[in-house]
């Protein structure tokens, strides 16, 4: 008897064909050279032929983006799409010395939660920061990247498809997400991400299969926050990929102090292995307490390293551990709690590089830089 079991892996497959943009055939992406992101979008390739044909164009003659000497288009090396523009170069020595100027960040804002040990409140971070951002009228999707389900279970959520179906089946964003309060979706997760583990491994471009999924799907936000598991997995190195910035809680004890170095290494991994430009946003210290000299030694062992990208302190809170059993946010729980102060710093911290987008409607403009109220109750702002 026919369960829809072959009517389902044939629409998943559908899904996960990709349009080539030089020749117009559908295929299934393999290789990483056949995703290139440019303008803020992405562009897929289907063989070499069609990449030469997409970088090179017509061929001839250019000039040299570092030493303006003229020369003629011959191999792929030679160009470099970044940012809707295109850099050419005569020769690799050249385009060793080529360094793109910096430009604002396109589309959503991604910032990764991700800290390779547990217990340094990466869950109650990703949540309250993807609240407080909503709050000011931003459009914040929450991705739970962790097969605990812990950001589901601390909003009382619990999603019918997720993250394991946009990876593996190619659902689209949109059908997936839980709306859970104003301007706030969810992308849930549950113990099914550790069979998605096992298909990434096998997938050629194993360390970008959740960049190609989101892909301009979740463009309508603009602001993304990814809840990541303490560990570093296949499915973090996708977060990694995926994002543009990481936020790191750092518990303010020894032992997390010496694993922020890790953190600091698996980034410049992304960077030289990964090839993926992902920017460290910052440190967020955590369960600070002043009367500990552990706390105080912490706090200024990473100001001392960090500099500005240490963030204020968040500090221990009993309200912030109650919130999840009562399934709130802080800002909804103990509005005037110094949990819900603290994480308020935090959002207004990280609001410069979270624009707000335009809308037609009104929606969003003129958005105060402070949280203006909490879900349930009203907050008072801060100066």
Not at 62 to 91: I, L, S
Not at 109 to 115: D, L, M, S
Not at 174 to 203: F, H, I, K
Not at 369 to 377: G, L, N, T
């Amino acid at each position: 008897m026919d369960d829809g079991r072959g009517d389902r892996g044939e629409r998943g497959e559908a899904q996960r064909a990709s349009c080539c943009d030089v020749c117009g055939n559908d295929f299934e992406v393999r290789f990483r050279y056949q995703v290139r992101e440019e303008a803020g979008g992405y562009v897929y390739v289907c063989s070499t032929r069609c990449q030469r044909a997409l970088l090179l164009g017509g061929g001839g003659e250019t000039c040299c983006t570092v030493c303006e000497t003229p020369f003629e288009v011959e191999y792929p090396h030679q160009v470099v799409a970044k940012d809707g523009e295109r850099a050419y170069f005569c020769t690799l020595e050249c385009r060793a010395k080529w360094r793109p100027a910096p430009r604002a960040p396109r589309g959503p804002r991604r910032i990764a939660v991700f800290n390779h040990k547990g217990g340094t409140g990466k869950t109650t971070t990703s949540i309250n920061l993807a609240a407080g951002l909503a709050e000011t009228g931003r459009r914040v999707l929450l991705v739970d990247a962790d097969g605990q389900g812990n950001v589901g279970a601390s909003l009382g959520i619990r999603g019918e498809k997720t993250l394991y179906h946009v990876l593996v089946n190619g659902l689209p964003v949109e059908e997936a997400v839980v709306p859970v309060r104003d301007n706030l979706d969810v992308l849930t997760s549950n113990e099914m991400l550790a069979a998605a583990e096992l298909y990434l491994a096998q997938r050629p471009n194993r360390d970008r299969i959740l960049r190609e999924r989101m892909g301009d799907r979740a463009r309508g936000y603009d602001v993304i926050v990814l809840d990541c598991a303490p560990a570093l997995s296949l499915m973090n190195q996708n977060a990694l990929v995926y994002a543009d910035s990481v936020l790191v809680p750092v518990a303010c004890d020894y032992l997390s102090l010496v694993g922020v170095k890790q953190v600091l290494r698996t980034i410049k991994n992304v960077h030289r292995l990964l090839k993926h430009d992902v920017e460290l946003l910052g440190v967020v210290p955590t369960f600070y307490d002043v009367r500990n000299r552990i706390s105080r030694d912490a706090l200024t062992a990473m100001q001392k390293h960090f500099g500005e990208r240490c963030f204020l302190p968040i500090r221990v809170n009993t309200k912030l551990r109650e919130a999840p059993s009562a399934k709130q946010t802080i800002f909804e729980y103990a509005p005037t709690s110094h949990g819900a102060r603290d994480y308020l710093k935090l959002v207004e911290r990280i609001l410069p590089t979270s624009p707000v987008r335009a809308r037609g409607d009104g929606e969003g403009a003129g958005a105060s830089p402070a949280v203006r109220r909490s879900f349930a109750r009203p907050v008072v702002a801060t100066a």
